[in-house]
């Protein structure tokens, strides 16, 4: 049974955070920059050395590589706002009004319990990880020391808790991210035209 108080009681000295806000994995960002960057100068190579037409035929597989990089380590993500939460497992996205969270925890990663007993596992967003080794000199700011996930956890929390009632019956929505799996198909257009015109060139 979760302690915390009733919407619109926040703590004190607690703000909402900024809206929206965004929390991602820096591993996650990481991966993605680094695949993008490698995918670029792949297709630039293949440029140099063999032209456009050579390269156009490449891109496809690549950005299809970049693609799941993209899914697999960036799409997922924590994002709250005044209203609510909204979290993004790979291609699956969830809208939850903060009027139907009861708690907002972290074990290993963050989750939201719904006010019927359900949760909503983020696979993106802060981590729980090992507490940040202390300074030879204690840091001038006591939250210095507290892990990133812990603060951003806070943050989240701030935000519930800063949150208006809206009333119980607002509804959670799932859905799919669609402009992705929109991309998706156009990757998979594009490799199969390649496909087709470097068998006929053949």
């Known amino acids: 049974m979760s302690n915390a108080p009733r919407h619109g009681e926040a703590g004190s000295g607690s703000s909402p955070a900024p809206s929206p806000?965004?929390?991602?994995a820096p591993s996650g960002v990481a991966a993605f920059i680094?695949?993008?960057?490698?995918?670029?100068?792949?297709?630039?190579?293949?440029v140099v050395r063999a032209g456009w037409a050579e390269m156009l035929l490449l891109a496809p597989w690549l950005l299809l590589v970049v693609w799941f990089i993209y899914v697999a380590t960036f799409a997922s993500h924590v994002s709250i706002d005044a209203d609510g939460a909204t979290v993004q497992n790979l291609l699956r996205i969830v809208r939850i009004p903060w009027a139907r969270v009861s708690d907002v925890g972290v074990r290993y990663q963050v989750r939201f319990t719904l006010d019927d007993g359900r949760i909503v596992n983020a696979f993106g967003g802060p981590v729980a990880g090992r507490p940040a080794r202390p300074g030879v000199r204690a840091a001038d700011n006591p939250r210095a020391r507290?892990?990133?996930a812990l603060r951003d956890l806070e943050l989240i929390r701030e935000q519930w808790l800063a949150a208006a009632e809206t009333g119980s019956t607002t509804r959670v929505s799932r859905r799919w991210?669609?402009?992705?799996l929109g991309v998706l198909l156009l990757l998979a257009l594009w490799a199969l035209g390649a496909v087709i015109i470097s068998g006929a060139a053949g």
């Open 146 to 148: 507290i892990p990133p």
């Open 21 to 24: 806000r965004v929390f991602r």
């Open 34 to 46: 680094l695949a993008s960057i490698a995918a670029l100068l792949l297709l630039g190579d293949a």
């Open 177 to 180: 991210d669609l402009p992705t």
